[in-house]
């Protein structure tokens, strides 16, 4: 079996490579600096028609296939990695009204979404609930016409900016979505700024007080929003991340060749010194390894194959441990430098991180990863007794 990229999907790739060098590489460190995503750099994503690249040709999207997504992913990655988390919760939105959203709800947003009209946000996460997303503490009461939503939502990313929130709340005591518009009497939005990484993802706290949301703004039904919706949105989401982070490692690997080629001590380049070498292989061989998981979870996804998920999941938790340790490695190649932000891998690092605690940290992906191992185990064992 040889995995290999089509003419065309490598005709995408380069297209994506020149469009990152030339508007995303050059002002990410300023964003970084200012904590910022200009509004005209979320226009040119959308011109370039990647805010609507997974949605369908018929709501105005590019109905990308899942191979020429991830290579989107991968070049936003290596470029900002907070950037690329617009292109992650935008489509965890897009994909969830996708699967589960009304004939109506498809009309009325999809081609909203997909020309960048309006970007959505994702509200899962709140100030006592992380991980245990099925616990969520918002509330959502029906009425004849209408629910009334309360709740506290926290560390959205691009919450400062987004139109549109899918938010997970209780309803008659299960877990069920909605889709909450920025203009809704008794919505609000606080910035949190300062974090270690993605720094111009704009995170924010979504403030909902008794906010009316009309019943037609329910997703799927009542109990889907955690099995249903969230696992669509964070499956889409953990695919995004995954190769997002075979980007992201793949410029620390650009950064740490550049450097050791440039640099001497001993009398000679860095990268002529055995131990040097040595992270670098790794590097090569950690980021070939998370590339190919990722080729396999986006030929299952364009396949239709249900082990997709397990897939999407073990290329998360992989790709995400691999980042860590190379932006870690990568800056341990620059010394001083690496720690200084005249060079790039200190973001690298510092974005690395936070990609082993969103969409799933990497313990909830061992438990998934280890529950699967067990049923596959106790399968065989069954069918060979
Ligand atoms: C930059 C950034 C952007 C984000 N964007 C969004 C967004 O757009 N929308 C959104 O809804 N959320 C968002 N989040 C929140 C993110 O999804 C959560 O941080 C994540 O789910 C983890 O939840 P938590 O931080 O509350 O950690 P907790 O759930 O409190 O976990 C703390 C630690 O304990 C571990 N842990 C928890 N339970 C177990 C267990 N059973 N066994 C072993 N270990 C366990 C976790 O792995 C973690 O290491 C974002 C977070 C960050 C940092």
Not at 50 to 58: H, Q, S
Not at 151 to 173: P, R, Y
Not at 332 to 353: F, T
């Amino acid at each position: 079996m040889q995995i290999e990229l089509t003419p065309q999907q490598i005709e995408q790739q380069t297209y994506f490579k020149t469009f990152v060098e030339e508007y995303v590489i050059p002002q990410a460190k300023l964003h970084d600096q200012q904590q910022h995503t200009p509004p005209e750099l979320i226009q040119r994503l959308a011109q370039q028609g990647y805010l609507g690249a997974i949605i369908p040709k018929e709501y105005g999207g590019g109905e990308m296939e899942a191979i020429t997504f991830g290579l989107l992913c991968e070049q936003i990655g290596r470029a900002s990695a907070s950037l690329l988390s617009l292109l992650t919760v935008h489509g965890m939105v897009c994909q969830s009204i996708m699967r589960w959203g009304s004939a109506e709800q498809k009309q009325q947003w999809l081609p909203k979404l997909a020309s960048g009209e309006i970007i959505g946000g994702f509200g899962l996460t709140e100030p006592n609930i992380g991980s245990d997303a099925k616990s969520v503490e918002s509330v959502a009461i029906a009425h004849d016409d209408h629910y009334q939503l309360t709740g506290h939502k926290k560390w959205i990313s691009f919450g400062q900016v987004a139109d549109l929130f899918l938010i997970i709340a209780q309803c008659d005591n299960k877990p069920t979505a909605f889709l909450v518009e920025r203009k809704t009497a008794g919505f609000s939005t606080k910035p949190i700024n300062n974090l270690l990484g993605f720094r111009s993802a704009m995170l924010a706290e979504l403030i909902i007080d008794n906010c009316m949301i009309q019943k037609q703004n329910l997703v799927g039904r009542i109990g889907f929003g955690f099995s249903h919706i969230a696992g669509t949105a964070l499956d889409h989401g953990r695919y995004c991340v995954a190769w997002g982070c075979v980007g992201l490692a793949q410029a620390c690997l650009e950064a740490s060749l550049h450097y050791t080629k440039d640099r001497k001590q001993f009398g000679t380049f860095l990268s002529n010194h055995q131990l040097i070498q040595h992270i670098i292989a790794d590097m090569i061989v950690q980021i070939k390894a998370a590339r190919l998981l990722c080729y396999q979870a986006g030929c299952l996804k364009n396949s239709g194959d249900p082990a997709l998920i397990m897939e999407t999941s073990i290329a998360k938790y992989f790709a995400s441990q691999m980042v860590s340790k190379i932006a870690d490695n990568a800056v341990q190649i620059h010394g001083a430098n690496g720690c200084s932000d005249e060079y790039p891998v200190q973001r690298y690092l510092r974005d690395a991180k936070i990609m082993e605690i969103i969409e799933g940290s990497s313990q909830m992906q061992q438990i998934i990863i280890a529950k699967y191992g067990y049923q596959s185990f106790l399968r065989e064992m069954r069918k060979n007794h």
